[in-house]
């Protein structure tokens, strides 16, 4: 892998069950980036309610209300 390339690690199926927003308590949903996100991440989850998005860093969800950014 080059220095500064992107891989995504996919978040494990049975953590991302369990996984809710922690500002509004709805489940999270595995996104990518492609999809209308602009980040400097390769992948994060999505709260289908709040529309927040959190990045996923080496495959560990980053799920601070800080670090988030509301989808437009
Ligand atoms: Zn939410």
Redesign the pocket.
């Known amino acids: 892998m080059k220095f500064g390339e992107v891989t995504p690690v996919p978040v494990d199926p049975e953590l991302l069950a369990i996984l809710v927003?922690p500002?509004?308590r709805?489940p999270l949903v595995e996104r990518v980036v492609g999809e209308g996100i602009e980040w400097p991440a390769a992948e994060g989850l999505s709260?289908t309610?709040?529309r927040?998005f959190y990045p996923v860093r080496d495959g560990i969800p980053v799920l601070l209300v800080e670090e988030a950014r509301v989808l437009p």
């Open positions: 927003c500002a509004c709805n709260c309610a709040c927040r």
